[in-house]
């Protein structure tokens, strides 16, 4: 059993106080409501939520629930604090984080005064006691990246203790649905910590150990992040499968048994297939299909303006490509893959074909290692694409992967051909930009750069930060 404090006796306050103590641990809820607190003390819930009644009573009756305002007593008792406060959102759309930090201040507070009043009941000297259990601070909130590091500085200030030897702060974020919480808290699609402390990992091991869900420890602001990416893309599939329904109409067809079709391809629609970030997308496929679903719901006169951005967003990742490239400050330019993907010779709406005619365009000199793309052997509308876009291909194509990557200072990775994974090791010095992540981890003494990831370096002596942008305005 473990002695747990919760700030904030809302909606996921309540929640996991109720499923904590069914778990097996003492909880104590802490609220600046003496309303919240009252029925806490008296075994009911603060909410409506089908079962959350009967965990409660069940948690007051076996005497591992209670509440308090009063922050000193909460944190005397308790070794975990979840900090569950509301962050209310502005009209920007900014989050009002006031709650969170006044909180973790009140905590700081408080954990100076356990350890004042631990060294005075063992008589021995300030400097010399350090006997006290580390104080996990769980952030349960959702917050943006950066949030965790700010509330460990607040604790650290209002304490004078330190993070990483008194205390630590982990980020454990909640995937509740109203209506069926406790049912998710039981049974949740993973549960996630983001922590670099490992004494806190074991910790909620053990905390979670009676919930059957794959239990992930990542970076702080990895954790972070998650919420926020799941909820958009929640909404994004509402918004898509209400845009596809509206088409569906206008052509009197059964939207639901499309999606219920749809749905049922667990291989690429429903997977973690075209979820890894990267390149813009291309190929004959997408493109085209794409293209032509909007001008259907265009001819139907139906607004679907996610669909309709899909292209734009697309376009906007080819154009961060050619930035990038630009901003090394380099002219000698390597392509390493001109085909849309790996072992093809398909250039039909290759997305590298546009930021190769842009680059041609502005001056740089472009060199190309494609094996599988023999100019001479080009047929039918392979052949027309590509010409139409850079009719002279023959003249900056080869199958010599050296001669390109010896003559060219910017060498840019575009698809994940079995001849790229080396180039690290056989060419130092060079500038490298990663458009699909060939590695999942660096150790290269050049520059590295990869299109929509941060730093991957293993050995980071020669890493240099990545440049701001602003690929707005960048013309192909």
Known sequence: MMNISIFGLGYVGCVG?????KLGHKVIGVDVSENKVRLMNEGKPTIIEEGIAELCQQAHDNGLMSATTNVNEAIQQTTISFIVVGTPSSKEGHLNLN???TVARQIGEALREKRLANIESLNVKRSTFNESPLHIVAIRSTVLPGTNEKVGEIIADASG????KDFTVVSNPEFLREGTSVQDYFNPPLTLIGTDSKEAEETFRELYKGIDAEFICTDIKVAEVMKYVNN???ALKIVFGNEVGNICKGLNVDSHKVME????????????????????YGGSCLPKD???????????????PVIESIFESNEMQKKRAVQMIMAQGKRKVGILGLSFKAGTDDLRCSPIVDVVESLLGKGFEIRIYDRNVKVSELTGTNKDFIMAKIPHLQHFVTDDLDAVCQES???????????FQTILDRYPGKIVIDLVRQWKEVNYNGRYEGISWGDINANRSGQSQPIAMDFRQTEF
């Open 17 to 21: 106080a109720a499923c904590l103590a």
């Open 99 to 101: 709650y969170i930090y």
């Open 161 to 164: 203790l330190v993070r990483g």
């Open 232 to 234: 958009t893309y929640h």
């Open 261 to 280: 079709i749809f749905c049922k391809d667990k291989q690429l629609n429903i997977s973690p297939y075209y979820f890894k970030p990267g390149f813009a």
């Open 290 to 304: 794409m293209k032509a679903l909007k001008t259907l719901a265009h001819d139907l006169y139906i607004d679907v």
């Open 409 to 419: 200072d910017v060498l840019v990775v575009t698809n994940k051909e079995k001849d």
